[in-house]
């Protein structure tokens, strides 16, 4: 199979993180006699260091082109007091716009050997496999107006939604409920927001379509709750943009470390952008040290998704787990008598155990 996949490496971490996938992608690539071009684009405070733009011309018309991107992660404190138009997280939210990846999907299940890597009881997140699909080109982080008024004294943001928006969304959430344990759950504000009012509608509508799916209404400060307590009666998970970006990275807490979730950010024909859940982590940047493991099983979920290679796929994930379940893991991931490595060695380990297979050779589908 050839395919184009443009890279976004993005700022701090990105680029650490990318040489992982890369190297991962290509070694798929030779044993399953594939044919990945890989080309690099600036996004985010580097492309704004290098074009004056968080989002370059080129790299939106090279997106356009692709079979499918791979992100990194964008900001960092050099842009943290740029105006709003010059701040690299504009560059991430644009690219998602501009090529329409309204479903952000956050798959949230623990590798076995993590089970004890988390803050949480083991009896509480064993068993727990949830997945977020949240909105992602709508609601607070893109509406107009987004300003400071009376000469700085107070300030406006804009959360607004169309129907259709919203409809796509709870569908998408509705079909991957259908299609794993039939549970959905949709989170709002419906007490306070009247955007989650007109959600809540539309989800009440949608289940006419789904008679099979169970659904529950959960208030969004409840559902961070229940999230840490009862993880495990969650199956899917469908909201609007900003709430499933907060919960994901409090759900990443179940998996031992933010660095370890990936995420599809998709549109409706298969297209779409492969980004971890995590940001660029300037804290350790440079250091040698960042978890690539959310952004390996990033490139995994990209091969799932947007080229129809589930072998392949589950042959990453099958490598990861094989790596965990030797003892490895990196600096963020709390493991007692672990074998603690940098991000270098963690991808070889990886490497190392797509092409020896030593443990099984089923696959292990972890998302479905
Ligand atoms: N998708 C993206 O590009 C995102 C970008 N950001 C941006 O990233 C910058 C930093 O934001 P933060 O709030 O610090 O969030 P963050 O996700 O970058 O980091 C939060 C904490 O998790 C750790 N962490 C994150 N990923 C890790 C990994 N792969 N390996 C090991 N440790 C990891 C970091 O060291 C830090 O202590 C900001 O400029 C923010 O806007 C934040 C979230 C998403
Ligand atoms: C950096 C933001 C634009 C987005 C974010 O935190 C995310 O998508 O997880
Ligand atoms: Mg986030």
């Not at 083991?122 to 008024?149: A, M």
Request: charged residues 25%; hydrophobic residues 40%; proline residues 4%.
């Amino acid at each position: 199979m050839d395919k184009q996949i443009i890279l976004l490496p993005g700022d701090g971490i990105g680029k650490e993180i990318m040489d992982s996938a890369k190297a991962v992608l290509q070694a798929i690539a030779a044993e399953y006699n594939h044919h990945f071009t890989f080309n690099e684009h600036a996004i985010g405070g580097s492309a704004i260091d290098t074009y004056n733009t968080p989002l370059p011309e080129d790299t939106i018309q090279a997106c356009n082109n692709a079979d499918a991107v791979l992100l990194g992660a964008v900001g960092g404190p050099k842009w943290d007091s740029n105006p709003a138009h010059l701040r690299p997280e504009k560059g991430l939210l644009g690219i998602r716009k501009t090529l329409g990846l309204f479903a952000n999907i956050r798959p949230v299940k623990g590798f076995a050997p993590l089970l004890h890597a988390s803050p949480l009881k083991e009896e509480i997140i064993k068993d727990s496999d949830i997945l977020i699909v949240r909105e992602l080109t709508g609601g607070l982080y893109f509406g107009e107006p987004s300003e400071r008024r009376e000469n700085g004294n107070a300030v406006v943001d804009t959360l607004y939604y169309k129907r259709t928006e919203m409809e796509r969304i709870i569908d998408k959430g509705f079909q991957s409920a259908s299609i794993r344990k039939k549970h959905l759950t949709s989170v709002d504000k419906a007490n306070v927001l009247e955007s989650s009012r007109m959600w809540r509608e539309i989800v009440e509508e949608k289940k006419q379509d789904y008679p099979d799916v169970t659904v529950e209404h959960l208030l969004v400060d409840a559902a961070a709750m229940k999230l840490i307590t009862q993880p495990n009666q969650f199956d899917v998970i469908v909201t609007e943009n900003l709430f499933g970006d907060i919960l994901s990275d409090e759900a990443s807490v179940l998996t031992g470390s933010l660095g370890m979730l990936p995420s599809a950010s998709l549109r409706t024909d298969g297209v779409g952008m492969y980004e971890p859940v995590h940001g660029s982590a300037p804290d350790i940047a440079g250091k040698g040290i960042a978890n690539p493991l959310g952004m390996i099983l990033s490139a995994a979920l990209m091969l799932r998704f947007s080229f129809g290679l589930e072998e392949e796929a589950s042959e990453i994930e099958r490598a990861v787990n094989e790596c965990l379940e030797q003892g490895y893991h990196t600096a963020d991931l709390h493991i007692k008598n672990g074998k603690q490595v940098g991000t270098k060695k963690i991808t070889e380990i990886v490497l190392e155990n797509l092409t020896t297979k030593s443990i099984s050779d089923s696959i292990c589908n972890m998302y479905v």
